[in-house]
């Protein structure tokens, strides 16, 4: 009994000891530290809002803060008056291009257009085009859900297809190209054209000596945007394996071709190989003088040629990335440009490819305004790298490429020809990255 009330007493002393020793504490003069107030915090620097590894699909995974007028902007609302803590926000850099700065930042919602992604593979090519579709669906397409056509000249496997479904966010095609599209037409004499493809062959002229190369090009230049898949759809966005997309895209680039009036669109150009299209440009001129009602008011010819179109300066817009206007190339004007060009052979008897045969055509066909450079869309397919030129503007998109590899100015590039022939004013900082 002793015991237990001798324990009471100590924790009686234990509390009362401890309720002094607190009061002292709040009474001290010791002064404390002041609370922080906003012109004390750091400015907003650093890696905010990058995509870092292991995010799934490309996520932010730390944004940066919404600011008073963000939220405003959001909303539609008057900004309020700015208050007098630094901004935690970097101002935007102008970019003096009108055709560059016409690119949103942000455009997510609205009007969904009847657009597809078109890529021609086989299934050999599987683990090469999911890094292309990857590359797309993070960047782009995981924001907008458009549908996927993948065309074969063979069948595709299940692999291919449940690999490529459960990537894509969108709908996903697989068509098998008919023969009709994929071999010799009747007209042409098979063994003229095996022995271009052997003197191509000696000459190492890049796949000089390939069959399935031809109908490829041909393919790709005359029919795939008459498949039965893409019969129901307007605009297409083509994908190639093994390419890269360096920034966000966070508009509809199918609207924005769409709203401004665009049918044909490319990222990267350049000047062909001379050996393999020596008389493409004689079937161009026999085209123009048969069909002058399909040569457009104020095209491209200035892109295309330095004398007024008697010879061809070899430009094209490389035609692995396009983003164009299904319609148009379905058009009668198309048709007989096509038609033209696939009579005289040059498929087969020397080694056209589809990118100067679709470059001449939208250069011709239509007009100057109605093509477009998608500075925005930072992409790289081996060799060549388009890196948007503006050091705030990839900021602002997230982009992840070296400008330093940008092509657009280099000496080989005929971008710099096509802003002279459109009459705009190259991006600041291009004259760095010149050769």
């Not at 730390?62 to 008056?81: D, M, N, Q, R």
């Not at 016409?102 to 090519?125: K, W, Y």
């Not at 490389?318 to 440009?337: C, H, M, V």
Request: proline share 6%; hydrophobic share 35%.
């Amino acid at each position: 009994m002793a015991a237990g009330s001798a324990r009471i007493v100590r924790y009686l002393l234990f509390a009362f000891f401890g309720v002094m020793v607190l009061y002292f504490m709040s009474s001290s003069s010791i002064p404390r530290p002041p609370l922080p107030t906003t012109s004390d915090l750091p400015s907003w620097k650093g890696d905010q809002g990058k995509t870092h590894p292991g995010s799934p699909s490309g996520e932010v995974s730390a944004p940066p803060p919404l600011t008073v007028e963000k939220i405003a902007e959001k909303s539609g609302a008057a900004s309020p008056p700015a208050a007098s803590a630094p901004a935690l926000t970097t101002p935007k850099q102008s970019i003096d291009s009108p055709l560059i700065s016409a690119h949103p930042l942000t455009e997510t919602s609205g009007e969904r257009m009847n657009a597809t992604f078109v890529t021609l593979a086989r299934n050999s090519d599987l683990w090469e085009i999911v890094k292309s579709i990857r590359q797309v669906e993070d960047r782009f397409n995981r924001k907008f859900h458009y549908d996927w056509v993948f065309l074969n000249d063979k069948p595709f496997d299940e692999a291919f297809k449940n690999v490529t479904t459960s990537l894509i966010s969108g709908k996903t095609h697989y068509g098998e190209i008919s023969e009709e599209h994929w071999s010799f037409p009747e007209f042409i004499d098979t063994d003229k054209a095996r022995r271009v493809r052997e003197d191509m062959a000696q000459r190492k002229i890049i796949y000089g000596d390939s069959i399935s190369y031809r109908h490829m090009c041909r393919f790709e230049s005359g029919f795939f945007f008459l498949h039965p898949l893409m019969q129901k759809f307007e605009w297409y966005w083509r994908v190639e394996p093994s390419i890269e997309l360096y920034c966000d895209i966070n508009y509809d680039t199918f609207k924005y071709m769409r709203d401004h009036g665009k049918k044909y669109s490319f990222v990267l150009s350049l000047y062909e190989y001379v050996e393999t299209i020596p008389t493409l440009w004689d079937s161009v001129k026999t085209f123009i003088k048969e069909h002058p009602e399909h040569i457009a008011e104020d095209n491209s010819m200035k892109w295309l040629s330095d004398d007024g179109g008697e010879t061809y300066n070899h430009c094209h817009f490389w035609s692995n990335f396009e983003i164009g206007n299904l319609n148009w190339l379905r058009s009668q004007a198309y048709t007989d440009y096509f038609n033209r060009l696939d009579k005289d052979g040059g498929f087969f008897y020397e080694r056209w490819g589809d990118a100067p045969v679709h470059s001449i055509a939208a250069s011709l066909l239509l007009k100057k305004e109605e093509i477009h450079f998608f500075n925005d869309i930072a992409y790289y397919h081996v060799p060549f790298t388009h890196c948007p030129t503006g050091d705030q503007y990839r900021l602002d998109r997230k982009c992840h490429c070296n400008p330093k590899d940008n092509f657009d100015w280099k000496g080989y590039s005929c971008t710099s020809r096509f802003f002279e022939t459109n009459n705009m004013e190259k991006p600041e900082g291009y004259k760095d990255q010149q050769d």
